[in-house]
């Protein structure tokens, strides 16, 4: 099993800034992923980080607007960048599977409001 | 890559019918299949999976088929209570291949008492 340690819970904050939400893994993991849940809406992978790399992004994601940091195979960060309102989501990271993996396992989320 | 279909989008049934929600995947590699139940505020929690190499699987009041020819794999609720209420997601993934889970658009489950 993993636990992930995801920062921040929620947060406000004004459009036209950034901020950055950190996970950590307590096992060391190939691949962490980031999802967004808009409200009323399903888990949507963004992007898909793997250490020592460039993160790959799905379509409708850019690297300019969604910045990912891998720095070591437990820890993993996501940045949303110049926020508008239709930024407000809920971020979620998650890891899974690989060698003695089961299931997949998720952050508790980072609920974000822009105003 | 891979796409899952979820339907029905809201499913409505009273208290002690059975409810099924059905899910179809296009990548023949994706051999785990997770459901997931979301209730308001919350995480997405893990209610059942099944993997490629079993048919169904069934825990109290919950069960799962898998049909891989067909690339669809269904969740049904026997006995449905109140608090089942919630939104469901299905899910498909590679999982020792390590790829991402890509999940479903979320059946919203009201059951009336």
């Known amino acids: 099993s993993a636990v992930i340690s995801q920062k921040p819970s929620r947060d406000i904050c004004q459009r036209g800034t950034s901020l950055t939400i950190q996970c950590q893994v307590d096992s060391q993991v190939t691949m962490m992923f980031w999802y967004r849940q808009q409200p009323g809406q399903s888990l949507t992978l963004i992007a898909t980080a793997n250490q020592g790399s460039e993160a790959t992004y799905e379509s409708g994601f850019v690297i300019d607007k969604f910045p990912i940091s891998r720095p070591n195979l437990t820890f993993s960060t996501l940045t949303v960048s110049n926020m508008s309102p239709e930024d407000s989501s809920i971020y979620l990271c998650s890891v899974a599977g690989g060698v003695g993996y089961t299931e997949a396992f998720f952050g508790q989320g980072t609920r974000l409001t822009v105003v | 890559g891979e796409n899952v279909e979820q339907h029905p989008s809201t499913l409505s049934v009273q208290e002690g019918d059975s409810a099924v929600i059905k899910c179809t995947y296009s990548?023949?590699?994706?051999?785990?299949f997770p459901w997931y139940k979301q209730e308001l505020g919350k995480r997405p929690q893990l209610i059942i999976d099944?993997?490629?190499?079993?048919g169904e699987k069934k825990d109290q009041r919950i069960a799962v088929t898998l049909n891989k020819t067909a690339k669809h794999f269904s969740l049904h609720i026997t006995e449905t209570q109140p608090e089942d209420s919630a939104v469901y997601f299905c899910a498909a993934s590679n999982i020792q291949a390590g790829t991402a889970l890509i999940f479903g658009k979320g059946t919203t489950l009201s059951v009336s008492s």
């Open positions: 099944i993997r490629s190499n079993v």
């Open positions: 990548d023949s590699a994706s051999n785990y």
